[in-house]
C-alpha cells in the first residue's frame, strides 16, 4: 500500500520505536515523508497515496487536500479526537478514519484514577495545611479511598477505563449519559443515573468526560451543578477546558473552601495571567498531561502499525471512527 506520513520528525521519534518504525515501512510502501499540507500536496508521488498516516498537528482534510490524494482511501490518525483532522468531503468521499484514541486515552485514565486516590486522601488541601500552618492537620476528615462515591460525568473511552481502575477501591461508580443504556453502564461496572444534578450531588468525587460539542456542551458544567457537590469533593477535569464555566468555578470555589478541582484543561490555555485560577487555594492546574506525552506516545505508534497491519492482511479496522462517534469523542 503506499502510504504518506504528515508529521514532524521529533513527533515520529516520540511516535515510533525504531523497531515499529522498521515494521511500518515493511508493510507499507511509505512514498511520501511530510511535515506538513504543503509538503503532502507537492509530493512527487501523491497520486499514490492510498494511507495517510497523521498525528497532532496535521492539516485539515478538505476538499482540496483530498482532491490531490486521489487514491487515498485510510487516514491512519496517531493522536486521539480526529475533530480538527476531518471534513465533511472526508466522510462524502467514504474515507475510512482510524483513531489511537484509545490508546491516547490509557494515560488519561491513569491520571483520573491517580487523582482520584489523591483526592480522597485530601492529598491537596493536608499539603496546603501543612504548609500554612506548619501543623499536622486532623485525620478524622479525610474520606479514605474506599466504597467512596465516584462521579463520571458521560461514560465514552476514557470513563469506561476510569470505572475499570476504581474496581481497585470498592468504589461506587456513578455516571450519566444519555448516549449509554443502564445494561450497558452496568456490563462496565457502573450506574447510570438519570439526572446530571444527582450524580453531582452524590459524588465526592466527580470527573468530567464529556466531549466538547459546539452549541451544546459549552459551560455544561455551571453554578448550580458546582454547588451541589457534597462538603469536601473534588472536581477532576480532563476532558475540555470549555465545557466547564470557569468564571462559576471560581465563584463556588471562593464561596466553597472546602471543594476542591484539579483542572488539566483550561477554556483558555494556559489561563490569563489575571485568572483567579491561579491563585484560589483550593485550584489544582497541572498544565494539560494527562494525555500521552514524550514516551508513553510510543502506544499510539504500536497501535497505527496493528491497524496497518490488519488493512495488509485484508482484515477490517479495530479502531476506525465514523463521523457521529468523531461528535462524540471528547
Known amino acids: 500500500m503506499a502510504t504518506a506520513t504528515v508529521f514532524s520528525p521529533e513527533l515520529r521519534?516520540?511516535?515510533?520505536?525504531?523497531?515499529?518504525?522498521?515494521?511500518?515501512?515493511?508493510?507499507?510502501?511509505?512514498?511520501?515523508?511530510c511535515r506538513d499540507g504543503q509538503d503532502l500536496v507537492t509530493a512527487p508521488r501523491r497520486d499514490e497515496v492510498e494511507v495517510l498516516i497523521t498525528s497532532w498537528g496535521a492539516p485539515q482534510l478538505t476538499a482540496e487536500l483530498l482532491d490531490a490524494?486521489?487514491?487515498?482511501?485510510?487516514?491512519?490518525?496517531?493522536?486521539?479526537?480526529?475533530?480538527?483532522?476531518?471534513?465533511?468531503s472526508l466522510w462524502q468521499r467514504g474515507?475510512?478514519?482510524?483513531?489511537?484514541?484509545?490508546?491516547?486515552?490509557?494515560?488519561?485514565?491513569?491520571?483520573?484514577?491517580?487523582?482520584?486516590?489523591?483526592?480522597?486522601?485530601?492529598?491537596?488541601?493536608?499539603?496546603?495545611?501543612?504548609?500554612?500552618?506548619h501543623e499536622l492537620p486532623p485525620l478524622e476528615t479525610v474520606p479514605g479511598i474506599y466504597n467512596r462515591p465516584v462521579g463520571l460525568v458521560s461514560f465514552g473511552s476514557v470513563a469506561r477505563k476510569v470505572a475499570g481502575r476504581l474496581r481497585r477501591l470498592d468504589a461506587e461508580v456513578l455516571t450519566w449519559d444519555p448516549y449509554q443504556s443502564d445494561d450497558a453502564v452496568r456490563a462496565a461496572g457502573a450506574t447510570r443515573l438519570t439526572e446530571l444534578t444527582e450524580l453531582f450531588a452524590r459524588s465526592l468525587v466527580l470527573s468530567v468526560h464529556t466531549p466538547l460539542i459546539p452549541g451544546r456542551t459549552e459551560k455544561m458544567v455551571g453554578a448550580d451543578l458546582l454547588r451541589r457537590l457534597p462538603t469536601g469533593a473534588t472536581l477532576i477535569n480532563t476532558a475540555r477546558?470549555?465545557?466547564?464555566?470557569?468564571?462559576?468555578?471560581?465563584?463556588?470555589?471562593?464561596?466553597?473552601?472546602?471543594l476542591f478541582a484539579i483542572l488539566d484543561v483550561t477554556a483558555e490555555e494556559p489561563p490569563a495571567p489575571e485568572s483567579p485560577l491561579y491563585t484560589l487555594p483550593n485550584v489544582m492546574l497541572t498544565g494539560h498531561v494527562a494525555g500521552t506525552v514524550s514516551?508513553?506516545?510510543?502506544?499510539?505508534?504500536?497501535?497505527?502499525?496493528?491497524?496497518?497491519?490488519?488493512?495488509?492482511?485484508?482484515?477490517?479496522?479495530?479502531?476506525?471512527?465514523?463521523?457521529?462517534?468523531?461528535?462524540?469523542?471528547?
Open 13 to 33: 521519534e516520540e511516535l515510533f520505536a525504531p523497531s515499529v518504525w522498521t515494521e511500518l515501512t515493511e508493510l507499507v510502501d511509505v512514498v511520501a515523508v
Open 69 to 88: 490524494l486521489p487514491r487515498l482511501h485510510t487516514v491512519v490518525h496517531a493522536a486521539g479526537s480526529v475533530r480538527k483532522l476531518v471534513s465533511e
Open 95 to 133: 474515507i475510512v478514519v482510524i483513531s489511537a484514541a484509545e490508546a491516547n486515552n490509557e494515560p488519561v485514565a491513569e491520571y483520573v484514577y491517580a487523582q482520584t486516590v489523591l483526592a480522597l486522601k485530601d492529598t491537596y488541601r493536608r499539603s496546603r495545611h501543612m504548609t500554612d500552618h
Open 241 to 258: 477546558g470549555a465545557i466547564v464555566d470557569e468564571e462559576a468555578l471560581t465563584s463556588v470555589l471562593a464561596d466553597r473552601p472546602d
Open 295 to 330: 514516551g508513553e506516545r510510543r502506544a499510539l505508534g504500536r497501535l497505527a502499525v496493528g491497524e496497518l497491519r490488519r488493512l495488509a492482511a485484508g482484515l477490517p479496522a479495530e479502531h476506525a471512527v465514523t463521523a457521529e462517534g468523531a461528535l462524540l469523542r471528547a
